[in-house]
């Protein structure tokens, strides 16, 4: 972890895409905190955050930066909410840009979901089955799932025995995450992702070492 710690970042738009370019895409349902893993990876606020549920990302912006140890281009895409039942048409907006984008390859993809939530309306595993299977030509792209919101039952207003209760509950939904993951996916590993620039650098070198 943490040769990313110096990048540089700035938001570039699509057509100056290089095939060169290890280009990461960002994706999941609104609210889980796409928008906000990317600002907390860079270490600054780049994109606008959501504010509320009608708020949120509606295009997709790309940030690059530059790893100073290897030199590589890292390139992070923010999408729009998918899946999103209010949003539908987001789904053919992130292949539009998958297509657009031309030479340049999706090296891997972050599908972002909150461990917070109670019901899980659309497993992450049998989602992005689905949006896979959807794309033109298929990708075989490394995919990771990054379970957001690991913080959330830090908050000082909580206390000890009522966060211990929650992290409990939240482990028994990771087991359930990562057995969807694996049966739809094949993937066994899961990331947790508490808020911090280290815990997203760790998650994007992990996806970095997948996709070599
Ligand atoms: N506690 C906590 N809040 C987060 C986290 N990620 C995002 N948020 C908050 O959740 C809301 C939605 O985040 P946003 O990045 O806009 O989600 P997006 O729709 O997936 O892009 C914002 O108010 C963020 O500040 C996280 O990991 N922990
Ligand atoms: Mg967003």
Redesign the pocket.
Known sequence: MGFFKDFLSKIIPIDSLRSSDVVILII??????????I?MAAQRTLLD???SLSA??RDISTVRCKDPVSKRSIVLV?TP?YPDEQMPTNEYKIKDWMKKKRKAKISGILY?HRITDNRVTTPPGETYKKFKGGLAGGVDTPVLLVT?????WSRPNISAEQKEKALRVAELRLNQLTEDWKDNVGESVVER???TQSSALRILDQLLAAAK
Do not use: I, R, S
């Open positions: 999941g349902p609104p609210g889980v905190g796409k928008t906000t893993f600002n955050a959501q504010k949120g990302t923010d909410a972002l957001t919101m690991w913080d959330h992702h508490d808020n």
